[in-house]
């Protein structure tokens, strides 16, 4: 018998509360790992919680706060061996013309400045130990222009941004960092249209282009597998998980 893949390590997982992030620290706990699980959802929280036959540890709180990012790292103790910063909002379709300051403010405090923090604050032990990796999600929407509104198109690419040069600076210190780009999945994730032009010029191209729905699990199937040893040539990656909509 050979250990599972993520036996005596501790991952951190963020929006642990629903969706891919649940899905992942789900597969992760099956998989042998400690998971610290982080949403603003105590609620949700308690039920994956109670849901996980393995080891999981929560921490309830706004990620954009960077007291949460530091109770997280708290709750992990010596030892992160890995990071998925999962944890993300939408905007509400704005184009451009529309955007509200609040919604852009917020869309990067959540997707872009609060794993920024997370993965600032587990880097220097990784790198002590010469071992690591960290997985991001980011989109469809931060491969193409076509698939939200600007501020989450924007934070997307960001990520893609952040992914890359943080694999740039620590592979050679034996730090991974990677993203998958998902398609459409089905959680939780709100995505109001308030924008009458967004809806005009995207809606044709979400009743045509777009696959369908893939289930969270998919997603955390690729996730764990960038975590994981199975992928230790693999960094600066930023692998679409979505039906082959990135091949149209
Ligand atoms: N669902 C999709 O179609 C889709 C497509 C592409 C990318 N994504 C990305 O996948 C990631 C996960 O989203 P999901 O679809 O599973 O959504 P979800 O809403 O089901 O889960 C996200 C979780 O993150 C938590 N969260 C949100 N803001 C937080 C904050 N400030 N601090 C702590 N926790 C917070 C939420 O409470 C929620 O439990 C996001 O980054 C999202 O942008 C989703």
């Not at 929006?15 to 982080?38: H, K, M, N, P, W």
Request: hydrophobic share 45%.
């Amino acid at each position: 018998m050979t250990d599972p893949r993520f036996h005596d390590q501790t991952v951190i997982v963020t929006g642990a509360g629903s969706g891919i992030g649940r899905a992942t620290a789900q597969r992760l706990a099956a998989e042998g790992a400690t998971v610290v699980a982080v949403d603003v959802s105590a609620e949700r929280l308690r039920q994956v919680a109670a849901e996980i036959s393995g080891r999981v540890v929560t921490v309830d709180g706004d990620l954009s706060d960077q007291l949460t990012v530091d109770r997280a790292v708290a709750a992990a103790g010596d030892r992160v061996d890995g990071l998925a910063n999962i944890a993300g909002i939408m905007d509400g379709f704005e184009p451009t013309a529309e955007i509200a300051d609040e919604t852009w403010d917020r869309v990067f405090a959540v997707n872009v400045t609060a794993m920024m923090r997370l993965t600032r604050a587990v880097l220097p032990g990784m790198i002590a130990r010469g071992r690591g990796a960290i997985v991001n999600v980011s989109s469809e929407a931060g491969l193409r222009g076509s698939a939200a509104g600007t501020p989450y198109t924007v934070s997307k690419h960001a990520v893609n941004g952040f992914t890359r040069s943080t694999a740039f600076f620590y592979t050679p210190k034996g730090v991974r960092c990677n993203a998958v780009a998902p398609g459409p999945v089905a959680t939780n994730i709100e995505a109001p249209f308030r924008s009458a032009w967004a809806q005009e010029r995207l809606g044709p191209l979400m009743q045509t282009n777009i696959p369908a729905l893939a289930q969270p699990d998919a997603l955390a199937a690729a996730i764990t597998w960038l975590l994981s040893d199975d992928a230790s040539d693999v960094s600066g990656a930023i692998l679409p998980v979505d039906g082959g909509w990135a091949a149209v």
